[in-house]
């Protein structure tokens, strides 16, 4: 009975926790919304020079499935004939800044097709971003799955 009553407030307090806390509006920080829109187009044109110049020497990109990529894995995958994209968007931009750094939330669609195979993803990203020396860079990078429940 005990256990039974710890697993439902855990569950209690697991959904009282899902909204999140009120955070700054993108259009007070353009300056990090307009270099995460610049990424973003330089993703889409392959250009991974521009993209190196946004990214952190030890940017890592976290998967959903749990793997860790790192800078070099994602440039060489960006230009990989594999990889083709028809479009993209990257809406509902919330910025979370403390100081020198900034978590940005953001909702990333995209379709295409990786080895001939069609793709179209829908997911929630968070992106960490920090100020150094050399100006903001993109840290890390983490997306998830968006899945309406069922």
């Not at 990424?39 to 749990?66: E, I, Q, V």
């Not at 994602?74 to 809406?91: E, Y």
């Not at 860079?137 to 899945?147: F, K, V």
């Amino acid at each position: 009975m005990l256990l039974l009553t710890i697993g439902l407030t855990s569950c209690t307090t697991y959904h009282s926790i899902q909204t999140p806390p009120p955070a700054t509006e993108a259009t007070s920080n353009p300056d990090l919304v307009h270099l995460l829109r610049t990424y973003d187009l330089a993703w889409l044109a392959r250009d991974t020079g521009a993209m190196a110049s946004f990214l952190a020497p030890d940017y890592a990109y976290y998967t959903d499935y749990g793997r860790v990529l790192l800078q070099d894995s994602i440039l060489v995958d960006r230009v990989s004939p594999a990889l083709t994209v028809q479009g993209f968007r990257r809406t509902e931009i919330v910025v979370r800044r403390h100081r020198g750094t900034a978590v940005i939330s953001s909702r990333w669609q995209t379709e295409g097709s990786r080895n001939g195979q069609p793709f179209k993803i829908d997911q929630r990203c968070s992106t960490v971003m920090a100020s150094g020396p050399a100006g903001w860079r993109i840290l890390a990078d983490h997306c998830s799955p968006i899945r309406v429940p069922g």
